[in-house]
């Protein structure tokens, strides 16, 4: 415990960000991000989003829903690592050191959460194929050759380091829709019932690889021409190092040249694939992110993703926490010794996205639906804040532009320690008034940057489990204190300052008190604000850096287990 006196002066030391590097290619105060372009395919239960052959189907259930017996929503998503935009990475081909089976090595080890963040981004080179698009019989791919990527470099420049090629057929713009009709993207081309979709064939791959380019993404269900080149096409690229976007649409938004392009996923322990999500960056801050990604200038701001690790919300007492994070294992693969697998997860599972509709209901609602406790909460909290808001905004109508920009980290570590053992469970507040004490002393917050708070916490206590009980579950059951929250005041303030969306290291925005935790996802939705929960290692971050965030484009969902970076 400490004296007031302590507690005011631990105020007045809220003041600095973290600041590693006083230079970068990067500049914090371009408002001029760009124009972000989404390369994703939508993921829902009705599309041809999982592999079409034994596979198991992407599902959501929506098992937590704002009403009698709770005032958030969030879903049990069962996906697979082959659903909708997605990425393979070396050891999708290459065994593990030691296995003694074919082309084992180091990068057999390179799973999703191992994937350096460099590899994630770079200049997109598109080159278009779109004349060999249903150029083949049934059942077989239109070969995309070596003299297709010759041409292209004769028209623009040769491929090197830092070069992310983009092989555009605009395929899946064309037959990536609902089912039944959606049988066309995958399930007809496996039957031979229709073309199959154009790639690259092993010897224009093996080109491609030579080039020293960072990594390769089609617009095809997968980097594999039917019916029998699959393998060998993987093994040409995986080999060497690359890694593979499968599934991207709109390629046809970008310019051959120029644009920063990025794909990221959840950083699953283990994963030799993930599902994932592509943007791309054209105009804007493109070019200094493109320098920052050739110079491997890019910070990891994710957690991995294990089963023995806290990552879900444990809940209070007994019977009240959410689906663990769980791995499904469904299918032996003898060439890699490993075994396929899904996942099952809560949408607010490790490093994700909190949309307004997580904690607001629709419109419409009938607010004497809440629990009694609730509907208490919420008379409160409207006497003090204003009428509470409504929203459908799920995390797939979140715009890329809201939850990417330059960031402003706050270091709010002093607030470590100045709540009383008998006030738990509590967290230490982050207030408006800190918040201007801060911006007296930095300068104020500009309109679209990206708070994040850095308290420590998960760098600290993110560890396995039963020791990361320290994580959550500890700290929710008033065992020990914890982690510094903002209160619904800070994000009014944020609010009027143009902030659209605020990140923590903390496994929440909201803290342990239920209340407060409450109001403080009131406002957030009411202001149409998003959160980005359970970061990590943000004191890596020097004063300009630019933020991305991105999770797999799942239709309704009211989370996102997704991916940050930062680029400085």
């Not at 034994?54 to 659903?83: A, E, H």
């Not at 390179?110 to 770079?122: C, N």
Request: proline content about 9%; glycine content about 10%.
């Amino acid at each position: 415990m400490k004296s007031m006196k302590t507690r005011l002066d631990i105020v007045t030391l809220l003041t600095f960000v973290m600041a590693l590097g006083q230079s970068g290619s990067v500049q914090a105060n371009d408002r001029d991000q760009g124009q972000i372009v989404d390369l994703s395919l939508i993921v829902a239960e009705n599309y041809p989003c999982t592999w079409a052959t034994g596979f198991p189907r992407f599902y959501m259930n929506r098992y937590i829903r704002i009403g009698p017996s709770s005032p958030y929503n969030s879903d049990l998503l069962q996906i697979d690592g082959n659903t909708g935009t997605q990425i393979d990475v070396p050891p999708h081909s290459i065994p593990r050191p030691g296995s003694g089976l074919k082309n084992a090595g180091p990068l057999g080890l390179e799973y999703t959460d191992q994937t350096p963040a460099w590899k994630l981004v770079g200049e997109a080179c598109v080159i278009d194929v779109t004349s060999l698009l249903d150029q083949a019989p049934n059942g077989v791919s239109p070969l995309i050759k070596k003299e297709h990527i010759i041409a292209w470099e004769k028209k623009y420049r040769p491929l090197g380091q830092g070069d992310i090629v983009l092989l555009r057929s605009d395929y899946s713009d064309r037959y990536y829709k609902p089912m039944p009709e959606g049988r066309r993207f995958l399930a007809l081309p496996l039957e031979k019932k229709s073309p199959a979709w154009p790639d690259p064939d092993p010897e224009c791959m093996a080109y491609i690889a030579k080039k020293g380019v960072t990594a390769v993404g089609c617009d095809s269900p997968t980097m594999g021409p039917m019916p029998d080149l699959a393998a060998a096409v993987h093994d040409e690229g995986l080999l060497r190092g690359l890694v593979f976007t499968e599934g991207a649409t709109n390629l046809k938004k970008l310019p051959p040249t120029g644009a920063f392009y990025c794909m990221m996923g959840p950083r699953h322990f283990k994963g030799p694939y993930g599902e994932g999500r592509a943007f791309a960056i054209v105009g804007g801050q493109a070019d200094s992110l493109i320098k920052s990604a050739r110079e491997k200038r890019v910070a990891d701001l994710s957690v991995v993703m294990a089963a023995n690790y806290p990552l879900t919300w444990p809940g209070r007492g007994v019977s009240r926490h959410r689906h663990p994070y769980t791995r499904a294992d469904f299918f032996y693969e003898p060439a890699l010794d490993i075994f396929h697998h899904t996942h099952l997860m809560d949408s607010h599972a490790g490093t994700h996205l909190v949309p307004p509709a997580y904690s607001l209901p629709k419109p419409g609602f009938n607010n004497n639906n809440y629990p009694p406790k609730v509907l208490q909460w919420l008379k409160e909290y409207e006497v003090k804040f204003g009428k509470r808001g409504t929203s459908r905004v799920t995390a797939d109508k979140v715009p890329l532009s809201q939850i990417s920009g330059n960031a402003r980290v706050i270091d709010v570590r002093p607030l470590i320690g100045t709540t009383q053992n008998s006030q738990w469970p509590a967290s230490p507040a982050i207030t408006a008034a800190q918040l201007e004490v801060y911006e007296k002393k930095t300068g104020k917050l500009e309109r679209g940057e990206i708070v994040l708070f850095r308290t420590g916490h998960v760098d600290t206590h993110y560890k396995p489990l039963p020791e990361g009980k320290t994580c959550m579950e500890n700290p929710i059951n008033g065992l020990s204190e914890g982690w510094p929250a903002p209160d619904a005041g800070a994000i009014l303030h944020l609010a009027k300052r143009g902030i659209r969306c605020v990140g923590t290291d903390a496994p929440t925005l909201g803290g342990v008190d239920s209340k407060q935790a409450l109001f403080t996802y009131w406002t957030l939705g009411t202001q149409d604000m998003v959160g980005v929960e359970f970061l990590t290692r943000l004191g890596q971050l020097p004063a300009k850096a630019v933020f991305l965030f991105a999770s797999p484009k799942i239709k309704g969902c009211h989370g996102g287990p997704g991916r940050a970076i930062a680029l400085y």
